[in-house]
């Protein structure tokens, strides 16, 4: 019995859902079923829709994008457990699995389970009403058009520092690629089962990041700022906190799963990702 499939697209990536529509096409002629998220969904196919708010219709769900495609879909498929593979049409990919010529044997791979899995790990913040979800990172930001902000650290109750900067990151070790990495952060292996944290652009030389366990409860607290400071899950504002309030960020409970080809190495993949991404575009 064939299984069900979902498909998220980047529109910005796929302006013309020519890559969608050949997915599609191909996944039906081997006789899979394929649902199409509503954004994508009226592109002339006999496709039923689905939403964040569905329960569990499939089993595996395809990216068609980049890495950022994958993370605003990440916390519907961690809370329902369905697997990811991403088809890459971005510019590094580090979460994206296959390349667009590849794209005819996805179907072989998924019927033939020529694949393995791995487990990611998200984190949680909570703040008065705030919540949110993070595959990367939480961030806490200062308003760019007025003064930095203080901020005190503690981790598990213990306090790790104090900081006059630009912001703070919390990451997962997949976010060890991403904004972690360019703020001066060190790259953690996926199985790493810790979380990085780090101030942006601290006045302190002492600052360094740190790494912490991921069973840690990592408390931010903000003593100072001129204006509420923007409180971002991977990328996405989900509201403000202001002097004298208090983020809580530990690991969430859910994880979410990647499918991996066997021979997928992320060593490898960190080589060749980083020096694309390292070249200065012409």
């Given amino acids: 019995m064939k299984k069900n499939i979902g498909i998220y697209t980047n529109r910005i990536k796929d302006t013309d859902l020519a890559v969608t529509k050949r997915l599609v096409s191909l996944l039906m002629h081997e006789g899979y079923n394929v649902y199409l998220h509503k954004d994508i969904s009226p592109i002339s196919l006999e496709c039923p829709s689905f939403d964040e708010n ?11 994008g980049g890495d950022g ?14 697997a990811i593979l991403g ?31 791995e487990k990611r790990s998200l984190l949680c913040v909570n703040c008065k009403e705030i919540s949110g979800y993070a595959l990367n990172e939480i961030v806490l ?4 058009s007025d003064r930095m902000i203080a901020l005190s650290v503690s981790v598990d109750g213990k306090l790790a520092d104090k900081y006059y900067c630009d912001g703070f990151i919390v990451s997962t070790p997949t976010g060890s690629t991403a904004y972690s990495l360019s703020a001066g952060g060190c790259v953690l292996s996926p199985d790493v089962k810790a979380m990085a944290i780090l101030p942006i652009n601290s006045h302190s030389l ?20 001129g204006k509420n400071c923007a409180v971002i899950a991977d990328g996405q504002s989900i509201g403000t ?22 021979h997928s190495n992320f060593y490898e993949k960190l080589l060749s990702k980083l020096n694309i991404w390292s070249v200065t575009p012409k």
Avoid: M, W
């Avoid at 699995?97 to 694949?115: F, W």
């Fill in 87 to 117: 088809i890459n049409l971005g510019t590094v990919g580090f979460l994206t699995e296959i390349e667009l010529d590849s794209l005819n044997i996805i179907p072989r791979i998924l019927s033939e389970k020529e694949y393995s899995t």
């Fill in 141 to 144: 930001s200062r308003d760019f």
């Fill in 206 to 225: 002492h600052s360094r990041p740190i790494i912490v366990s991921d069973e840690a409860t990592v408390k931010i607290t903000v003593l100072s700022s």
């Fill in 69 to 82: 495609t994958i993370l605003r879909i990440a916390t519907y498929c961690a809370r329902l457990d369905i």
């Fill in 54 to 64: 569905d329960e569990k219709l499939f089993d595996v769900l395809l990216t068609v």
């Fill in 241 to 262: 906190v202001d002097s004298g309030e208090e983020l809580t960020v530990t690991t969430a409970k859910k994880q979410l799963t990647f499918i991996r080809l066997n």
